[in-house]
């Protein structure tokens, strides 16, 4: 599986960004898409998932700001940013887990970066 994200830019604070993460494979098998995000010198935290089913679930620090969707007919995932903020900047990742044949698996796309000027 190949994820292929897009959408990252440089904007001010106040600004909207819309991700985008295309897949190689059916996302509709997944069990949940991922997005990530990795600040300098930090580690990298989970801002948002959806599972197959369609239930999200988001960081606290983005609430009410971010949103994620899917498109199954285009395999793509979705991460809507709001209300940028300085401490959003970072590199965005994707990320799918999948079950193959009993086991798990962790994909990952190769990020792109988010920079949000005050």
């Known amino acids: 599986v190949q994820l292929v994200e897009s959408g990252g830019g440089l904007v001010q604070a106040g600004d909207s960004l819309r991700l985008s993460c295309a897949s190689s494979?059916?996302?509709?098998?997944?069990?949940?898409m991922n997005w990530y995000r990795q600040a300098p010198g930090k580690q990298r935290d989970v801002v948002a998932t959806?599972?197959?089913?369609?239930?999200?679930n988001y960081a606290d620090s983005v609430k009410g700001r971010f949103t994620i969707s899917r498109d199954n007919a285009k395999n793509t995932v979705y991460l809507q940013m709001n209300g940028l903020r300085p401490e959003d900047t970072a590199v965005y990742y994707c990320?799918?887990?999948?079950?193959?044949?009993?086991?798990?698996?962790?994909?990952w796309g190769q990020g792109t970066q988010v920079t949000v000027s005050s």
């Open positions: 494979e059916s996302i509709f098998s997944m069990n949940a």
């Open positions: 990320n799918a887990e999948a079950i193959v044949r009993g086991l798990p698996y962790i994909y």
């Open positions: 959806i599972t197959s089913r369609g239930s999200t």
